[in-house]
Nanobody, 119 residues
Framework: QVQLVESGGGLVQPGGSLRLSCAAS???????????MSWYRQAPGKERELVAI????????NYADSVKGRFTISRDNAKNTVNLQMNSLKPEDTAVYYC?????????WGQGTQVTVSS
């Protein structure tokens, strides 16, 4: 079955940078390259929100207003990975970040990785 495994989370000081990675596997019928990939996050007491999304071909991206200009989503279809480069991190970016793969009726999620921005 499809598996998404996030990595790269941790503790970082305000203004610092962090790069999250999501390794995908198990795409036996549809190729990884046919899925739109996205990052979501959920902070304590808050609803899960979409942070960034990238189309299957990588030709289009979209970001939440709160992270525009600071975060960059990218993908490498040859390696079956999607990344989220996070710069100028703020305490309000603290959350569990989830990787998502979506196509048509299918929707897959990773286990999440904790990002904590604090001094």
């Amino acid at each position: 079955q499809v598996q998404l495994v996030e990595s790269g989370g941790g503790l970082v000081q305000p203004g610092g940078s962090l790069r999250l990675s999501c390794a995908a596997s198990g795409f036996t019928f549809s190729k990884f390259s046919k899925y739109a990939m996205s990052w979501y996050r959920q902070a304590p007491g808050k609803e899960r929100e979409l942070v960034a999304i990238i189309t299957s071909a990588g030709g289009s991206t979209n970001y939440a207003d709160s992270v525009k200009g600071r975060f960059t989503i990218s993908r490498d279809n040859a390696k079956n990975t999607v990344n989220l480069q996070m710069n100028s991190l703020k305490p309000e970016d603290t959350a569990v970040y989830y990787c998502n793969a979506g196509r048509a009726f299918y929707d897959y999620w990773g286990q999440g990785t904790q990002v904590t921005v604090s001094s």
